[in-house]
């Protein structure tokens, strides 16, 4: 069953624009406190390329440019882009030819 009142339309440009906005405004965060990894002792088993990968990243997600590119590769070179295969290829092409180095807070 789908949610309906969760349905806004719209599709990527109203997404994006609300991401946008949201990131803008700093409504949300994408470094607070509830997206920082703990530290555990776990493992998976058997161990896979994906923990080895990301085990020692700070956040569930890769925030730095540099990570989210290598991800970005990694994913694409094995075929598992899942979700980020809807992304628009303008995105993507941003985020591989630009940096991070030059920005500032």
């Not at 994006?16 to 990131?23: E, Q, R, S």
Request: contains cysteine; aromatic residues 10%.
């Amino acid at each position: 069953m789908e949610c309906t009142s969760c349905n806004i339309g719209g599709g990527w440009v109203h997404f994006t624009n609300c991401i946008a906005y949201a990131l803008e405004t700093k409504k949300i965060d994408l470094t607070s406190p509830l997206m920082v990894r703990p530290k555990t002792g776990w493992k998976p088993k058997p161990v896979t390329d994906s923990y080895k990968r990301t085990k020692d990243w700070k956040y569930y997600i890769p925030v730095e440019q540099k990570l989210a590119q290598k991800e970005y590769k990694i994913r694409l070179s094995k075929g598992e882009l899942g979700d980020l295969k809807s992304l628009p290829q303008s995105y993507i092409d941003l985020l591989l030819n630009t940096s991070q180095k030059n920005m500032t807070n």
